[in-house]
């Protein structure tokens, strides 16, 4: 038998983590879902705990200071 709840969570954690959905649209599209009736707190739990906040790595900083040479 179809589920509907478990559609919507399926379709939404693969869409974050396929990148298609980001974590911003995940989290209005899941509020919109409770609202509605159709996904519970819980269901929010599971969903953002299936979708992690990514961290970008942390760019080098150029600075003025010199490198200090490598030996060869």
Do not use: H, Q
């Not at 906040?53 to 003025?64: G, H, N, Y």
Request: negative net charge.
């Amino acid at each position: 038998m179809f589920n509907l709840k478990e559609w919507l969570k399926e379709g939404i954690i693969g869409g974050y983590k396929s990148g298609e959905f980001s974590r911003p649209g995940i989290i209005t599209m899941t509020a919109n879902y409770i609202a509605r009736g159709m996904l519970t707190e819980a269901d929010a739990a599971e969903i953002d705990a299936a979708c992690p906040v990514l961290v970008a790595p942390e760019e080098p900083t150029i600075t003025d200071e010199p490198v200090e040479d490598i030996p060869v």
